[in-house]
């Protein structure tokens, strides 16, 4: 088992691509916390992995909120006496669907809330477990969106190019003390919040569902789109030893688009 033993959060941890890397961290034998806001949800995903043996609590947590993340990192501790990883996952999805010139102030501020301010948040509150141990690994969820621009989709777009950069920064920052800092950035993957955002997509284009998910799956090298399980086999290599020369590194999971399509696809 690549995580035996090793005690991991992971935020957004109750939902798709959460919830599969929630799975595949237990199964490689790591204690978990699973972190988000839908605390039924969380406890749904503690339940099925308590079934199977597995070792998990739900922390309900809004990653944004300071206070919230200081209490989710002492529960982890005060739990399982540690933490060995860090699954920045949770996110605010891409449903804006504004150019820059109409966009509202406080949408802009939640997207950026969610998924750079909380992320940052809960970096700050886990190093200062994993520091005086000298030991930890922190995985921190981007996006293809984070690497090319997103038409309409700016806060998310910025936010996810920010993560990347938190990275980068934070692997110099941490790596003095033995902790490792990486980056995954998905392409489209099949989730309910994927699904979503594919009906919004056809129905602003006009076109069917059918048609956005083939020109999706052409848009791709590999012709396809990815899966939950996937991804999270991604995280586990990231989050475990066979990944331990790396650090401050961006693993790009996207099945081909980043080489085939250097501009993120638009149905209008």
Request: proline share 4%; glycine share 6%; charged share 20%.
């Given at each position: 088992m690549k995580l035996k033993d090793r005690v991991a959060i992971i935020t957004g941890g109750g939902t798709g691509i959460g919830k599969a890397i929630s799975f595949a961290f237990v199964r490689e034998g790591a204690k978990i916390v699973v972190a988000a806001r839908n605390l039924p949800r969380l406890e749904e995903t503690v339940k099925a992995i308590k079934a199977k043996g597995g070792q998990a609590i739900?922390?309900?947590?809004?990653?944004?909120?300071?206070?919230?993340?200081?209490?989710?990192?002492?529960r982890t501790v005060e739990q399982f006496g540690q933490i060995d990883i860090l699954v920045n996952n949770a996110a605010r999805g891409t449903f804006n669907n504004t150019d820059v010139s109409d966009m509202k102030?406080?949408?802009?501020?939640?997207?950026?809330?969610?998924?750079?301010?909380?992320?940052?948040?809960?970096?700050?509150?886990?190093?200062?477990?994993?520091?005086?141990?000298?030991?930890?690994?922190?995985?921190?969820?981007?996006?293809?969106?984070?690497?090319?621009?997103?038409?309409?989709?700016?806060?998310?777009?910025?936010?996810?190019?920010?993560?990347i950069g938190l990275t980068e920064t934070l692997a110099i920052e941490a790596g003095k003390h033995n902790i490792r800092v990486n980056c995954i950035s998905p392409g489209?993957?099949?989730?309910?919040?994927?699904?979503?955002?594919v009906q919004t997509s056809a129905k602003t284009a006009g076109i069917s569902y059918d048609e956005v998910m083939k020109k999706l799956a052409e848009n791709n090298a590999l012709k396809r789109i990815a899966e939950t399980e996937e991804i999270a086999n991604c995280i586990v290599f990231l989050a475990s030893d066979d990944s331990s020369a790396m650090t401050g590194h961006?693993?790009?999971a996207s099945c081909g688009f980043h080489i085939t399509h250097p501009n993120m696809i638009s149905f209008d």
């Open positions: 739900a922390v309900q947590t809004d990653v944004s909120d300071q206070e919230q993340v200081k209490r989710m990192a002492a102030l406080d949408e802009w501020h939640e997207s950026l809330a969610a998924n750079l301010t909380g992320p940052m948040l809960c970096c700050r509150e886990v190093l200062k477990y994993m520091i005086p141990r000298r030991s930890g690994n922190i995985v921190n969820v981007s996006s293809v969106a984070g690497m090319s621009g997103v038409p309409r989709e700016s806060p998310y777009a910025a936010s996810k190019w920010g993560l489209a993957t099949r989730t309910q919040e994927f699904d979503d955002w961006n693993l790009v």
